[in-house]
């Protein structure tokens, strides 16, 4: 009996939520009779400016401030020194936190190093598609100046552009206040993964909002034609789900299009980064398959005053589990937080165990080319190093993804751990042949020893990072001011923190 009432309250609660949710009205405005009309927060294009929506919703504004309390800087290369070695080469070596609030998204994708330190418009490492999971204001210049305009040219490109961090915008549309996907990009890749756009439910779409960042993707370089004959490249986000979700179906994509994110500076492997393959993950994971939609694990029902709302304050359900777990889940709190514990510790194992399986690889790979071996010798490795990497890093880019299906991160990170052990009997082999007996790979147990075997120079990054940002960052900002795009009493209450200067 008692498990079917948790049932009922569970079906009770997700279809409120998704009421809530899909409802565009002010806090309080859907109960009140006669309200017929939704507020219009822009007739035309896109409002990317969140406090303005705040004027209409404001309790859920106020909520989506909270991601704001997400500040701490956690440096993930300092917790686990063999991502340096891991990434060597690719700019994650330098740079990589867990993720703050979305009150935090345009903040860090300036301050990190991973992109560098522009002085203009046309300089720096990267292209304009990095902003593209940041900020409603990408959606904004994709309707004003066109998708393809967009995907062309430097990061820095934008810089006075991209100002309001993920929001109200990147989900909503600002004329009717539904759910709408605002990434022109997911509705090609749910359509080359079979799915049709037109019929996506409501439900689906408490997910798929999510989904347009909280994905693996990459950037698709073509060469493209404007009106006047002139010839530009363009780097297009694209979803690699032409043959699934799975890490093999989309490892496979990349392989049969001879497709590398970047050669490894140590092992000269070609290499795959994933993104955060949330979503990829979650639809197969046991919540998915339920029926259970992103929203109401990190968005549940809120009540202030007597009015319930859709809690925009997004974050781990763990933050949360009263309102969150427990909907569903017959366990005491302290219970439930046990046996995830216990959970989460065996598949940090794992993974540490397939993480320096990986770097011992490359760094035995890197002796392997030092001592003289030849490309035959070392095609096959390379590849099981490129293939055991790419399943670690898709099965744990998201982070969460061993809470959305940890039966599908931990054989990923067992397959991972497989190849990264082959690779290296392989390597012992092909070192025996060139002389070399016994190698012991040098130490990478802290962040500085791991980035120094990457070869990277954190003082130069350091100081040209703020150079960067005492300069060009200051112009972006009172050019964002002076057009109206920016309102600076919106970043209220932000702190500048980073891995380099807390």
């Not at 552009?161 to 989900?171: F, L, S």
Request: hydrophobic residues 35%; contains cysteine.
């Amino acid at each position: 009996m008692k498990k079917s009432w948790m049932l009922l309250h569970c079906s009770l609660a997700t279809i409120a939520a998704l009421a809530l949710l899909t409802s565009p009205y002010p806090a309080g405005a859907a109960g009140q009779k006669g309200e017929e009309k939704r507020p219009v927060i822009k007739e035309d294009g896109v409002e990317s400016k969140n406090e303005v929506w705040g004027k209409h919703y404001p309790r859920q504004y106020a909520s989506w401030k909270e991601t704001g309390k997400s500040e701490k800087i956690d440096d993930m290369l300092k917790k686990k020194p063999q991502l340096p070695i891991l990434w060597a080469g690719y700019p994650f070596s330098k740079d990589y936190n867990a993720p703050r609030g979305h009150f935090y998204a345009v903040q860090d994708v300036v301050n990190t190093l991973r992109t560098g330190a522009p002085v203009s418009p046309i300089t720096g490492p990267l292209p304009t598609a990095c902003w593209s999971c940041k900020s409603p204001d990408v959606p904004r210049l994709m309707k004003e100046v066109g998708e393809k305009e967009y995907f062309t040219g430097k990061w820095a490109k934008y810089g006075s552009e991209v100002v309001n961090p993920i929001g109200c915008a990147d989900c909503h549309d600002s004329k009717t206040g539904d759910l709408a996907l605002s990434r022109p990009y997911l509705k090609r890749g749910l359509a080359a993964s079979g799915v049709d756009v037109a019929k996506v439910s409501k439900s689906d779409m408490r997910s798929l909002v999510c989904a347009q960042c909280h994905v693996e993707y990459y950037f698709k370089k073509t060469e493209e034609t404007d009106a006047k004959g002139g010839k530009k490249a363009t780097m297009t986000v694209t979803f690699p789900w032409d043959k699934g979700f799975k890490g093999e179906d989309v490892e496979a994509y990349y392989d049969a299009m001879n497709f590398s994110d970047w050669t490894h500076a140590i092992s000269k492997a070609p290499m795959l980064k994933a993104q955060h393959p949330d979503y990829e993950l979650f639809v197969s994971g046991t919540h998915g398959r339920r029926g259970v939609s992103c929203a109401d694990c990190h968005m549940p029902s809120r009540t202030e005053g007597g009015v319930t709302f859709t809690d925009h304050h997004i974050a781990s359900p763990l933050d949360n589990i009263a309102n969150t777990c427990l909907n569903c889940h017959d366990q005491s709190e302290e219970e439930f937080r046990s046996h995830l514990a216990v959970k989460l510790e065996r598949k940090e194992e794992l993974m540490e165990l397939a993480m320096n399986g990986l770097a011992r690889a490359h760094l035995e790979a890197g002796k392997a080319w030092e001592a003289g071996a030849t490309e035959e010798e070392m095609k096959d490795i390379l590849q099981d190093i490129r293939h055991g990497q790419w399943r670690w890093d898709y099965s744990i880019a998201g982070h969460g993804s061993y809470f959305h299906n940890p039966e599908e991160t931990l054989r990923l990170i067992a397959q991972a751990n497989d190849l990264a052990q082959q690779a290296r009997v392989k390597l012992a082999a092909v070192l025996a042949r060139h002389g070399v007996i016994g190698y012991q790979v040098p130490d990478f147990s802290t962040k500085e020893k791991a980035q120094a075997l990457a070869g990277i120079d954190m003082a130069k990054e350091v100081s040209e990072k703020l150079a960067f940002k005492a300069a060009l960052v200051q112009e972006w900002n009172k050019e964002a001011v002076a057009k109206g795009r920016l309102n600076m009493e919106s970043r209220q209450g932000m702190s500048d923190r980073s891995s380099y200067s807390k």
